[in-house]
């Protein structure tokens, strides 16, 4: 049962345009959302988060978005750059202690921004 | 700052071989730190945490087990790997939720 899911494997752009990565969910006990980045053979690195009491943050060129009612986050970069090529992990916690406010992850997005 | 650190980077091991992750991190006291498998396609999967020394939890059933001896340790282990083991495997630490990654152990099982 994925209760993260990330129906695009891959995705290009082209640089200087906007990267649009989506998400959806399907556990409405979730309310703390966020995006990893990773390169081949490194680990994943935090990149921007989001809580339930908001419907957008914004850190410099990222910015995510979360519709509740939908279920379903996207993480914007504007303006794309070769740098962000990578594969980008969607992840959700849930309120509760234990287990229940460990992450679930996605099975991520490879974007490839073309020069 | 905190750092985490992960080795080794690559390891090739027989079927029905043992194996010992080890995971550190510095910087940090009393960190909760995780174990995770990325499989082949797929996303990550969290495999045990750890809030304290000795206070492991397991999230999947499977064929490894963890120990954290010490505060700032986590390690991976099994007595006998499956082909089934193949994968990354990566260790985080942090609060409530594992913001921080080490740089993982890619696993080739023969």
């Known amino acids: 049962d994925q209760q993260v899911k990330q129906n695009s494997p891959s995705l290009s752009v082209q640089e200087g345009r906007i990267s649009i990565l989506n998400c959806d969910y399907t556990n409405s006990m979730f309310d703390y959302f966020l995006w990893y980045k990773k390169y081949p053979a490194e680990g994943p690195t935090f990149l921007i988060s989001?809580?339930?009491?908001?419907d957008k943050n914004e850190d410099g060129r990222f910015t995510v978005f979360l519709n509740k009612s939908a279920k379903h986050l996207s993480l914007h970069i504007v303006p794309s750059q070769p740098g962000d090529s990578a594969v980008y992990f969607c992840a959700a916690s849930g309120s509760g202690s234990g287990s229940a406010r460990q992450l679930t992850f996605g099975s991520g997005t490879q974007l490839t921004v073309l020069p | 700052s905190q750092t985490i650190h992960q080795w080794p980077a690559t390891l090739v091991q027989p079927v029905g071989s043992p194996l010992s992750l080890e995971c550190t991190v510095e910087?940090?006291?009393?960190?909760?730190l995780y174990w995770y498998r990325q499989a082949a396609g797929r996303g990550l999967q969290l495999l045990f945490y750890s809030v304290g020394i000795g206070q492991i939890s397991s999230e999947v059933p499977q064929n490894l087990s963890a120990s954290r001896p010490q505060d700032r340790q986590f390690i991976l282990s099994s007595k006998k790997l499956l082909l089934s083991d193949s994968g990354f495997y990566l260790c985080a630490w942090g609060g409530n939720q594992p913001q921080h990654f080490g740089d993982g152990t890619r696993l080739s099982i023969l």
């Open positions: 910087g940090t006291s009393n960190p909760n």
């Open positions: 989001i809580s339930s009491i908001k």
